[in-house]
């Protein structure tokens, strides 16, 4: 048996053809495109960087010559105003630097990890701040000098750099933008969007808004349904916690307490947020006010 060959189609239809085609295509990209974008719209606010992904990130935008990464990548920092400014950048970048505080403690510790049988590590990091007068507030024209130096004490002293990614803190605005994303999303009106607002909703007892600091948490990576708070981050977005034994001992125990009375999730988080924080309310929030 023969099997016929089709017929070619005539050019005029051939070219029709490829119009819908066409069309079709662009149809699907555009579809492809609005989905991707709708889908990251709304995207979990936490987020988790390498010190290496910060240091490449900084020298892009500091125009910094290429061949320096390597030197960087190397965890080798040489003591000049480039390599100063870069620091600085990173420790932005990963949420353990602030031009008018300087060193958020909780942020840079979460990215070293010492030597488990060096008992001294603490005392020679502090001792070396307050040698240089590091461990207070200071103009902004030594950012640079001041968070280069504040990482080297840390280097040299608190341990060995942790090269996984670590959560990276975030400051007020992004935590208000959360606020609201997830006002919008639930569809609770806050008419007035500013911070005066959050805070009036945040220390208020508003029960709409309950599920509204649940949604910040589960987007921010501070809670899991699974797992309960994460401490680790927790601790590190609050900042100002000297004594971390005490702190994860503290909440710890709060939560526990509450979710043994609480079968609501909105209600367990809300009271949470509210009750196992000073200030009756939740610290990691207190920048917003």
């Not at 240091?55 to 960087?72: F, G, N, S, T």
């Not at 609770?188 to 508003?206: K, N």
Request: charged share 20%; with cysteine; net charge negative.
């Amino acid at each position: 048996m023969v099997t016929q060959l089709s017929q070619p189609l005539p050019l005029r239809e051939q070219h029709t053809m490829a119009t819908v085609n066409l069309h079709y295509l662009g149809l699907v990209c555009l579809l492809a495109v609005t989905a991707t974008a709708a889908s990251q719209c709304y995207r979990d606010a936490g987020q988790l960087k390498r010190v290496v992904q910060a240091q490449e990130e900084c020298v892009r935008y500091l125009r910094i010559p290429c061949a320096r990464l390597a030197v960087y990548n190397k965890f080798i920092y040489p003591n000049d105003a480039e390599t100063q400014c870069m620091v600085r950048c990173m420790g932005l970048n990963l949420g353990w630097w602030n031009d008018t505080h300087g060193v958020q403690e909780a942020a840079m510790r979460s990215f070293f990890h010492p030597d488990p049988n060096d008992c001294d590590y603490e005392r020679r990091t502090y001792r070396c701040l307050h040698s240089q007068r590091l461990d207070r507030p200071a103009p902004h024209d030594e950012a640079c000098e001041r968070a280069y130096e504040s990482f080297r004490c840390y280097y040299e002293h608190y341990g060995n750099l942790v090269v996984t990614p670590q959560f990276v803190r975030l400051n007020a605005l992004q935590q208000l933008d959360v606020l609201l994303q997830c006002a919008d999303m639930l569809q609770y009106p806050m008419p007035d969007r500013s911070f005066s607002c959050a805070r009036t909703h945040v220390a208020g007892a508003e029960g709409d808004f309950d599920c509204v600091l649940r949604c910040y948490m589960l987007r921010t990576g501070l809670y899991s349904e699974n797992y309960g708070p994460n401490l680790d981050r927790i601790y590190v977005q609050c900042n100002n916690y000297a004594n971390e034994t005490l702190f994860r001992e503290t909440t710890d125990a709060c939560y526990r307490r509450l979710r043994s009375d609480c079968q609501d999730e909105c209600t367990l988080i809300a009271r949470y947020v509210r009750e196992c924080f000073p200030a009756g309310g939740i610290i990691f929030l207190e920048s917003l006010w």
